[in-house]
């Protein structure tokens, strides 16, 4: 490989001023960063896998939040990406996880013990919990700049893992190309085989799809392992019910488990002391962790400091179904600069905290006395 990445490749391309996106309207995390000065920096520059800086900004990568907007309106394409293009990414990690500075180490924390509560909500209220884990390998290109063959390369890997994994946790792997007999037995299962998603698509994660896609189902159904989709893996544990802490427990578990077979095939997960976990996206980076609970809450939706509230907890929402409707997914809303227990124990607090407030609201008394305080 040579050793400058600039050599890597060549592009033609007009002036930087020709060449820089419309922003107008634009609200993501991106758009708020990038200037003209910085693209005439990083333009010309390129990833030791060659992704360009064109390839890192996606302007199409927006949500409905308009000036609310939570996407961060870019992607990495290597662990390089985060290195090369650092004046840009550190900024956007800055932004968009609350003021984390890059000169801080980050530090993990998988001991499910350290959890307090998360097994006692009240069922009345949350409906549903999921944790979501996402991991990339170290040699490879993130899925949104993969070739078909490292693709297929962590397929296989994947497979080996699993083979291993299944010996402590029973499972069965699906690859999403060959699912015309067991498309059923994957509905059954509660699991969702549609075609890549519009981000997907604007990312690039969904080229070639589903070419070395796919994913493991252990036998009880309760742990979910994708492969080569946002990132390399992504662990999944959903509860149809409120236990958070049973799903986070699974998923420590039997991540440290693939962790280990991953280290023993010379392929250990991506870390970075300043950047913990490093993903594709950098909204994800650090923990890679989401963990969500979906609960009804009926009045304090319509408070007015409920903005407020959820900024002071540092989670966010989302309101599941129809306009109108009182159910909303509440999550974190960091993935760095906090560990993975600490990051459970803010929203386990916070839905406990959600919950009390709806009950006061809903027999007509006051809440002023529960306003959190900043974290």
């Known amino acids: 490989m040579p050793k400058d990445p600039m050599s890597l490749i060549k592009l033609k391309r007009l002036s930087p001023e020709e060449e820089f996106p419309d922003l107008n309207g634009n609200y993501t995390c991106m758009a708020r960063i990038l200037t003209l000065q910085m693209y005439k920096r990083q333009c010309g520059r390129a990833s030791e896998s060659g992704f360009t800086f064109d390839d890192v900004i996606r302007p199409g990568l927006?949500?409905?939040?308009?000036?609310?907007?939570?996407?961060?309106?870019?992607?990495?394409?290597?662990?390089?990406?985060?290195?090369?293009?650092?004046?840009?990414?550190?900024?956007?990690?800055?932004?968009?996880?609350?003021?984390?500075?890059?000169?801080?180490?980050?530090?993990?924390?998988?001991?499910?013990?350290n959890l307090k509560?998360?097994?006692?909500?009240?069922?009345?209220?949350?409906?549903?919990?999921?944790?979501?884990?996402?991991?990339?390998?170290?040699?490879?290109?993130?899925p949104p700049h993969c070739?078909?063959?490292?693709?297929?390369?962590?397929e296989s890997l994947a497979k080996q893992a699993f083979t291993q994994l299944s010996q402590e946790l029973p499972g069965t792997y699906y690859s999403l190309k060959d699912l015309s007999e067991d498309r059923q037995e994957l509905l059954d299962a509660g699991v969702s085989v549609d075609s890549p998603s519009l981000v997907m698509m604007k990312t690039g994660v969904a080229r070639d799809w589903p070419d070395a896609r796919g994913v493991w189902i252990s036998q009880d159904t309760k742990l979910i392992v994708w492969i080569n989709n946002e990132d390399h893996l992504?662990?999944?544990?959903?509860?149809?019910?409120?236990?958070?802490?049973?799903?986070?427990?699974?998923?420590?578990?039997?991540?440290?488990r693939l962790e280990k077979l991953y280290e023993k095939m010379k392929h250990p997960f991506i870390w970075k002391d300043h950047l913990g976990y490093v993903l594709s996206s950098p909204a994800e980076v650090g923990t890679g962790l989401r963990a969500c609970c979906d609960v009804k809450l009926s009045h304090i939706h319509k408070h007015a400091e409920f903005e407020t509230i959820m900024e002071r907890l540092r989670l966010r929402k989302s309101v599941i179904g129809a306009m109108g409707s009182s159910v909303y997914k509440i999550f974190n809303a960091d993935t760095i600069g906090f560990t993975e227990v600490e990051l459970l124990q803010l929203?386990?607090?916070?839905?406990?905290?959600?919950?009390?407030?709806?009950?006061?609201?809903?027999?007509g008394s006051t809440i002023d006395h529960l306003m959190p305080a900043p974290k």
């Open 234 to 256: 992504q662990i999944v544990c959903t509860q149809k019910g409120c236990d958070i802490r049973e799903a986070f427990a699974l998923v420590c578990i039997n991540l440290g």
């Open 347 to 363: 929203l386990v607090d916070g839905v406990k905290l959600l919950i009390n407030m709806d009950k006061n609201l809903k027999q």
């Open 147 to 154: 070739s078909r063959g490292e693709r297929r390369q962590l």
């Open 62 to 113: 927006e949500d409905p939040g308009g000036p609310c907007s939570q996407a961060v309106g870019c992607v990495a394409g290597d662990a390089h990406s985060y290195i090369i293009f650092c004046d840009f990414f550190d900024r956007i990690i800055e932004l968009y996880h609350h003021g984390y500075k890059m000169t801080k180490a980050h530090k993990s924390d998988f001991n499910y013990d």
């Open 117 to 142: 509560g998360g097994d006692d909500f009240d069922s009345q209220y949350v409906l549903s919990c999921e944790v979501r884990v996402g991991r990339n390998v170290e040699e490879f290109s993130f």
